[in-house]
């Protein structure tokens, strides 16, 4: 399994980015897949996920501004990011998990299997 992020990058307060990212190496349309991202100094957080059919979940801090979204065409995952706070500031990670949904504690990142290697996104 591999999976690469690509799409960070540094934007002012209340700008927008998205986030991409290509997986390879598994069935990648019967995955849960998610983002996660983390802070200097902080834990990794849950930021959103994306079951095998489609259905998502997504962290109460970005809810109504971040999208989750997948190809599974492309074998891609994507997350677009609108409205974005300093706070948003980390280092957002791809991840995969080998089953069809992600369940009720999908922000918990020692659940996931499978993670990339991350992309930087700085909100000034």
């Known amino acids: 399994v591999q999976l690469v992020e690509s799409g960070g990058g540094s934007v002012q307060a209340g700008g927008s980015l998205r986030l991409s990212c290509a997986a390879s190496g598994y069935t990648y349309s019967s995955y849960c897949m998610g983002w996660f991202r983390q802070a200097p100094g902080k834990e990794r957080e849950g930021v959103a996920a994306i079951d095998s059919d489609g259905s998502t979940s997504y962290a109460d801090s970005v809810k109504g501004r971040f999208t989750i979204s997948k190809d599974n065409a492309k074998n891609t995952l994507y997350l677009q990011m609108n409205s974005l706070k300093p706070e948003d500031t980390a280092m957002y990670y791809c991840?995969?998990?080998?089953?069809?949904?992600?369940?009720?504690?999908?922000?918990?990142?020692?659940?996931?299997?499978?993670w990339g290697q991350g992309t930087q996104v700085t909100v000034s």
């Open positions: 991840a995969a998990r080998d089953r069809e949904t992600c369940g009720a504690t999908w922000y918990a990142f020692s659940r996931w299997a499978y």
